[in-house]
């Protein structure tokens, strides 16, 4: 009957880790968005020093 308890602890763990995982996921989507744009304003902006390389 002990046996029971690991196994749902285990499972907790798991969810949580998987949660973690897809968190992580859209960070990095996020932070790919951000230097699309980025990159995009630096070269929208080519022709005049951008500020934030001043």
Known sequence: MHSDHPEVHH???R??????EN???A????AIV???I???YG???ADSTPSWMR
């Open 11 to 13: 499972h907790k763990n």
């Open 15 to 20: 969810h949580i880790a998987e949660r973690f």
């Open 23 to 25: 968190l992580i996921g």
């Open 27 to 30: 960070l990095m989507v996020v």
């Open 34 to 36: 951000l230097l699309a």
């Open 38 to 40: 980025g990159m995009a």
């Open 43 to 45: 070269i929208m902006t």
